[in-house]
């Protein structure tokens, strides 16, 4: 996974609550067995009209959002089914924090271990950020290593995070990473415990 220490990038908002990984990545594109490719099906049922041209309405597809790395939303954000492919479409897409007032607690320990950053803020700081985010050049910064969300107007908030989950983001680390670490341990035991002939 790429490390994550700090990041400044542009904001869209989805101003919806309880948006579901059916929503995120509709059933039909699970078959794929790569990690990659999934940012294209992101949302698919809302950013696409029947004929399959873009939906002018949907919020990502409005000029302002193009480039967006930040997305904001409301309360009980990546509901439904455990799966992984929901962190994977949107980190596809482009995005590496998601920002909203609480998640779904399967889909938050799948945006850790995949090394997109999900934040939990106040609802009232939420609907700040998604007011902000109608403007085109509205860009948020975010420290993991402060554990702090700025932006250049005053807005400045501190997250939460499990420092385990810290730790492993700051390195880039997933847990077979983490494996390695202790490879010489490993490697002495079982030298230490194998047959001997």
Request: charged share 30%; net charge negative; with cysteine.
């Amino acid at each position: 996974m790429k490390p994550f220490t700090i990041h400044r990038g542009k904001t869209a908002g989805i101003d919806r609550a309880n948006i579901d990984t059916d929503q995120i990545i509709p059933k039909q594109f699970l078959k794929r067995i790569e990690r990659t490719g999934f940012g294209q099906f992101l949302f698919y049922d809302w950013r696409y009209l029947s004929d399959g041209t873009p939906n002018p309405e949907f919020e990502l597809n409005r000029p302002e959002n193009e480039g967006a790395t930040i997305l904001v939303a409301d309360e009980n954000f990546g509901c439904g089914s455990s799966r992984e492919h929901a962190p994977w479409a949107l980190q596809d897409y482009g995005f590496r924090v998601i920002i909203a007032p609480s998640f779904a607690d399967i889909f938050y320990n799948n945006c850790l271990k995949n090394g997109l950053l999900p934040i939990r803020l106040d609802k009232e700081d939420v609907r700040y950020l998604l007011r902000q985010s109608e403007r085109a050049d509205y860009e948020l910064t975010v420290s993991l290593e402060e554990q702090r969300v700025f932006d250049d107007e005053g807005f400045s908030r501190p997250f939460d995070i499990d420092p385990y989950r810290k730790q492993l983001l700051l390195k880039g680390w997933d847990e077979i990473d983490l494996t390695f670490v202790y490879e010489p341990y490993i490697q002495a035991y079982e030298q230490q415990h194998s047959p001997r002939p």
